[in-house]
């Protein structure tokens, strides 16, 4: 099994920046691929950008050019740095790791419990 513990949620302006951490422990060694999904109650959620062990990122169209997503494989962490963000972008944000990425962009078989990112206008 295993955990992936979220931080780095809460309330910004508009403009503002936050950065989202996630650390992977327990077997590791199944996992390679991570990534972050969002979701709003009622909504379809959606993959905001993920990374494999090489490094290789994808992001969805809607935060190109304003996040970030890197990771330090010696501290099994992933982080997504949110720059420019807007109202839109509040939404509850949850980790994700599987063993193959293309699983990330289906049905990761880890995520985390969640962080909530509130962006005020």
């Known amino acids: 099994q295993v955990q992936l513990v979220e931080s780095g949620g809460g309330l910004v302006q508009a403009g503002g920046s936050l950065r989202l951490s996630c650390a992977a422990s327990g077997d590791i060694i199944c996992i390679s691929a991570m990534g972050w999904y969002r979701q709003t109650p009622g909504k379809e959620r959606e993959l905001v950008a993920d990374i494999t062990s090489l490094g290789s990122t994808n992001y969805t169209d809607s935060v190109k050019g304003r996040f970030t997503i890197s990771r330090d494989n010696a501290k099994s962490t992933v982080y997504l740095q949110m720059n420019s963000l807007k109202p839109e972008d509040t939404d509850v944000y949850f980790c994700?790791?599987?063993?193959?990425?293309?699983?990330?962009?289906?049905?990761?078989?880890?995520w985390g419990q969640g962080t909530q990112v509130t962006v005020s206008s």
């Open positions: 994700v790791a599987d063993l193959s990425r293309v699983n990330i962009l289906t049905t990761p078989d880890y």
